[in-house]
């Protein structure tokens, strides 16, 4: 099973908005609505951010947003701030019954 | 307060077996399907493998199947990876993860994880 395709590195300046992509395919991303985004800080574990393609788990900030078109999921954060900065994975439910994670994106505020 | 604790990594040898177990409090534990999820130093992270509530169906990525052996005992809170024939490129910190919905929805509660490195 292949990594999901996500940006190696995105940035933005705070207040801004920014958006990462993860690209799979119709066995994955683009056949179920079951895609996770995660935040990872250093050395820290993940967190959950976004999960069923556009849902947001209690607690977590109406700045993120997710979406999903084809085989391209997405997430989008507005109002960029420097406690945003981190690693974000995204990760789909795929047709073999497992789950496939992205490569990873770091987000630098600027 | 909900808290998973993994314990068990280490160093070993290529070929031997490890076990990492992670211990679940603050909830009940028997309800919710579970997950280990690996990150090799500097990379991704990467799903391991996945248990359901009752321990009867379990998932494995390609990775580690007919390797590793996930598992679970519910009256000790107490999820388990019983690692075998360890390879140099299975290094990585192990977390456990809880799905408190549809295991495929999201892994919403983590562990600190665990260290294994395997080296000669």
């Known amino acids: 099973q292949s990594a999901l395709t996500q940006p190696a590195s995105v940035s933005g300046s705070p207040g801004q908005s920014i958006t990462i992509s993860c690209t799979g395919t119709?066995?994955?991303?683009?056949?179920?609505?079951?895609v996770s985004w995660y935040q990872q800080y250093p050395g820290k574990a993940p967190q959950l951010m976004i999960f069923?393609?556009?849902d947001r788990p209690s607690g977590v900030s109406n700045r993120f947003s997710g979406s999903k078109s084809g085989n391209t999921a997405s997430l989008t954060i507005s109002g960029l701030q420097a406690e945003d900065e981190g690693d974000y994975y995204c990760?789909?439910?795929?047709?073999?019954?497992?789950?496939?994670f992205g490569g990873g994106t770091k987000l630098t505020v600027l | 307060q909900v808290h998973l604790v993994e314990s068990g990594g280490g160093v070993v040898q290529p070929g031997r077996s490890l076990r990492l177990s992670c211990a679940a409090s603050?909830?009940?534990?028997?309800?919710?399907?579970m997950n280990w999820v690996r990150q090799a130093p500097g990379k991704g992270l990467e799903w391991v493998a996945f248990?359901?509530?009752?321990?009867?169906?379990?998932y494995y990525a390609d990775s580690v199947k007919g390797r590793f052996t996930i598992s679970r005992d519910n009256p000790k809170n107490t999820l388990y990876l019983q690692m075998d024939s360890l390879r140099a490129e299975d290094t990585a910190v192990y977390y456990c993860?809880?799905?408190?919905?549809?295991?495929?929805?999201?892994?919403?509660?983590w562990g600190q994880g665990t260290t294994v490195s395997v080296s000669s």
């Open positions: 603050g909830f009940t534990f028997s309800p919710y399907g």
């Open positions: 069923d393609v556009s």
């Open positions: 248990i359901s509530f009752d321990g009867i169906t379990k």
């Open positions: 993860a809880m799905t408190t919905s549809a295991w495929y929805r999201g892994m919403d509660v």
């Open positions: 119709g066995r994955d991303v683009g056949g179920y609505n079951f």
């Open positions: 990760s789909s439910y795929t047709s073999r019954s497992t789950l496939v």
